[in-house]
Structure formats: structure tokens, C-alpha cells
């Protein structure tokens, strides 16, 4: 099943192929009934823990913290060091659309924790509208519904429950490739940049549309500043975020220096990715790392029968693109498999399976892979110590 073009005629016509009204909100309950299993599944592991918390101080762990405090105190104003002088990684490592989102709720006088977590859930409801709607745009209403449903239940999808940045940043890219699919220029290039400046990779988002940009002018002349300012616009997202931190500190590669000292992030080509693959499908004896080795090898054979299938052309670029930079930097390698959940990319081959399958063989086949990926999530953050 290859991705379906776009014209003329059929431009407005998404609405009423995604279903309409009744199409969207099955799209937004299997979300919910993503989000709900997810929520049993913490309450039920967390439950045997030898320290059991609150569900829900388990949706505030970790990066949250760090959103929490860009949300509230703002950005500091240069690098952050230890009593020894070492330098260490500190707010100005995360991108600002979400932690502004949480300030904004926190204005209206919600409490930022909650503000953070209701930010986080309402752009949940945005991602899954938007991934109908793009895999409707795609193929049709049944892919649609598939990939709502196999995004938000894949292993690691636990951090759309909780206070991290994945559900605005799937809300929006999956926004901007809708727009860019349907040629709607100005909503694709105010979505890309808010897609660049939520997460480094908001950058493979702006490549996509820049693509999609040279497609439209190569397709026709008429009007060609559109596309191609949409595409200006997203791919100054990254490096206005950069930018600005780098004059903040004073320092060009700031940014980069305060990834590498606070969670060892830094681009080596896939040295540290192929060194964990090598060393822990050699000697490894943790099922965690063992089955983020699985997840990173089965990912990369999803992209690759994905692009056999030849998707369209700025989806596949954003997802090579996207996966470049999860498999290409060095960092920690359980945080990988959360990495790679917008990448969208990896999903087709599933989605396209299940769109062309019988009803009942596509829906168990989902909740089988929904029962594993929401308690894979639910173990990662309730009895697995590490951060994601």
C-alpha cells in the first residue's frame, strides 16, 4: 500500500475520508483506552514495589523536573558547575514550547505540576487527532485509526501519561506533515517551527517539510513563496533555540557542551550505538538492556521494509532523518527506544498491515502488541531505577 497523493479535488475532502466527527473521536477514545490501560498498568506494578508512590508522583519523575523548573524559574543565565568545578548539565538543555505551555497554565493559577501533566494529556488528544488525520491523509481511515492505536500503546509510549515533552512534539510534527501533505503552507510552516523548537529533533521535522516544499515548487511554480517559506520558517526553529543559548552563555557550541556534561550526549556517528548492541548481544545479562538492543535492531528493519513499501517522500525523510540522530549519538540507551516513538517511520509496515487486515485479526493483533508496549512502559517507571 503506497502513500496516496494529494490534489486538487481531494484536498477537501480529509475531514469526511478521516470519518468526520465520529471518525476523530474514535481516534481520541482508543488514545483514551491507551492512556487508561497505562495508568492500571503503573497502579498495578507500582503496587508491588518495595517503596510504592502515588501514580501520580510517578508521571512527575525525571525530565520532569527539569521542565518544571525551565516552566516556573526560568532559564539560567550561564553554565552550571559542581563544588569541583565540573561542568554539568542544566535547563537550558530543553527546548522551550513545552515548558512555556506549563507557565501558561500556571498563570492561570494551576498548580504547575498539574499544569505540567494537563499540558502533557491535552496534547496527547492533539497527537492522536493528528496521527488520524495523517494516516487517513496517507492511506485511509482504517491506517488511521491503526497508527493512533500502535503509536500510543508502543513500548516507552508511557511518557505521552507522563510530564515529558513526546505528546506536544507528536502533536505537532504529526500537524505539520498533515498540513504539508495537503499543501495548507501556512499551518505546515507555523507547526515545523513549533515542531523545532520542542526537541532537537524538531530539526528532521524541518528537513521533511523542506522536502515536501521542494516537491510542491518541482509540482508547480504557481505560488512557489509559500512552500517555500513555510520551510524557512521551520528550518530556523533549531537554530534559533541554539542560537540564543549560544549568545546567552556566550560560547557557540554551548548547548552542545551542556548535553555532553549532564547526560552524555554527543554526536559520535553510532559509535556508542553499535558498541551497546555489540556488547550486550555478546555478554549481556539484563533483560532491559537485552530488549532495547531487540527494540533498536527491530526498529531499524521496520524503517527498512517502510521504505520498500516507498512512503511518501517527506515522511521518509523525517524518519531516516529522526533516526539518524537517535542511533547516531551517544547517551543513555534505555532513554533510545522513547527516542524513537515520533519517529512514526518505524510504525508503517504495522499500520499498513493492520489497515489491509480483517477487522478482528488487526484489532488482536494491536491489543496484543498494547498489552506488551503499556506494561513495558509501566515497568520502566515504577520498578526499572534508571531515567528514560
Not at 565540573?86 to 498539574?114: D, K, W
Not at 505560488?223 to 526553529?237: D, F, Q, R, S
Not at 527498512?304 to 517527506?314: C, D, E, K, N, S
Amino acid at each position: 500500500m503506497e502513500a496516496e497523493t494529494t490534489t486538487d479535488t481531494d484536498q477537501t475532502r480529509l475531514w469526511d475520508r478521516a470519518g468526520g466527527w465520529s471518525g476523530v473521536l474514535t481516534a481520541v477514545a482508543l488514545l483514551a483506552l491507551t492512556r487508561l490501560g497505562q495508568v492500571l498498568m503503573i497502579w498495578w506494578l507500582n503496587a508491588a514495589t518495595a517503596e510504592p508512590r502515588p501514580v501520580w508522583e510517578r508521571l512527575l519523575v525525571w525530565d520532569a523536573g527539569w521542565f518544571l523548573r525551565v516552566a516556573m524559574d526560568g532559564y539560567p543565565d550561564t553554565y552550571t558547575y559542581d563544588a569541583n568545578g565540573v561542568l554539568q548539565g542544566n535547563e537550558l538543555a530543553f527546548f522551550p514550547v513545552y515548558p512555556m505551555l506549563i507557565r501558561g497554565g500556571a498563570a492561570l493559577g494551576i498548580p504547575p505540576s498539574t499544569a505540567a501533566i494537563a499540558v502533557a494529556w491535552i496534547a496527547s488528544v492533539g497527537a492522536a487527532v493528528g496521527l488520524h488525520l495523517l494516516g487517513t491523509s496517507l492511506y485511509n481511515k482504517r491506517a488511521g485509526w491503526a497508527l493512533v492505536a500502535i503509536c500510543c500503546s508502543a513500548p516507552v509510549s508511557v511518557v505521552m501519561s507522563m510530564a515529558y515533552s513526546e505528546s506536544i512534539y507528536l502533536a505537532l510534527v504529526a500537524g505539520m506533515l498533515v498540513a504539508a501533505h495537503r499543501k495548507v503552507w501556512w499551518a505546515a510552516g507555523l507547526l515545523g517551527l513549533l515542531t523545532a523548537l520542542s526537541r532537537p529533533t524538531g530539526a528532521a521535522a524541518a528537513v521533511a517539510l523542506a522536502v515536501a516544499a521542494f516537491l510542491a515548487v518541482r509540482e508547480s511554480r504557481r505560488e512557489m513563496w509559500k512552500p517555500i517559506t513555510a520551510a524557512a520558517v521551520a528550518l530556523a526553529g533549531v537554530p534559533l533555540y541554539l542560537g540564543w543559548v549560544a549568545l546567552r552563555i556566550g560560547e557557540p557550541t554551548a548547548w552542545f557542551k551542556i548535553q555532553t556534561a549532564g547526560w552524555g550526549t554527543s554526536f559520535d556517528y553510532g559509535s556508542s550505538t553499535l558498541s551497546f548492541l555489540n556488547t550486550t548481544l555478546r555478554t549481556g545479562d539484563g533483560w532491559i538492556p537485552m530488549s532495547v538492543a531487540l527494540i533498536l535492531l527491530v526498529a531499524l528493519a521496520a524503517a527498512g521494509v517502510a521504505l520498500f513499501q516507498r512512503p511518501w517522500l517527506p515522511l521518509a525523510v523525517y524518519g531516516v532523518v529522526a533516526m539518524v540522530l537517535v542511533y547516531g549519538q551517544a547517551g543513555f540507551y534505555h532513554s533510545k527506544p522513547r527516542l524513537l516513538l515520533p519517529v512514526l517511520l518505524t510504525l508503517l509496515p504495522a499500520v499498513v498491515a493492520a489497515a489491509r487486515a480483517r477487522p478482528r485479526v488487526a484489532v488482536l493483533s494491536i491489543l496484543a502488541w498494547a498489552a506488551f508496549g503499556l506494561w513495558y512502559g509501566a515497568y520502566l517507571i515504577t520498578v526499572w531505577p534508571f531515567t528514560l
